[in-house]
């Protein structure tokens, strides 16, 4: 069974910093692509950064490039989210989620989220 637990949420104020995990289990992990998305309150969940399996390749969204950085640990089977310069648009859940080997764009599995809050 494929589980995804992240950890690392909270409340911070705008300017702060956050470090988000999220550990992997019951899949190879290195055989997976992870990105992390979230979803604001009354609105759609969106992408937020995507990490190849090796060599740790990156992308993100265009709202947190520069403040965002993701990397994953493949002998821990985790992915990190590092958040800096919060700002209280970045108040959502954040989930980890797995990609489809087979089909690119298809996340097959998520985790159960966690919550960020940004006060100003």
């Known amino acids: 069974q494929v589980r995804l637990v992240e950890s690392g949420g909270g409340l911070v104020q705008a300017g702060g910093s956050l470090r988000l995990s999220c550990a992997a289990s019951g899949l190879r992990f290195s055989d997976y692509v992870m990105g992390w998305f979230r979803q604001a309150p009354g609105k759609e969940r969106e992408f937020v950064a995507r990490?190849?399996?090796?060599?740790?390749?990156?992308y993100y969204a265009d709202s947190v490039k520069g403040r965002f950085f993701t990397s994953r640990d493949n002998g821990q089977n985790t992915v990190y989210l590092q958040m800096t310069s919060l700002k209280p648009e970045d108040t959502a859940v954040y989930y980890c989620?797995?990609?489809?080997?087979?089909?690119?764009?298809?996340?097959?599995?998520w985790g159960q989220g966690t919550q960020v809050t940004v006060s100003s």
């Open positions: 989620a797995a990609e489809s080997a087979a089909v690119v764009g298809r996340w097959d599995y």
């Open positions: 990490i190849m399996r090796t060599a740790g390749r990156t």
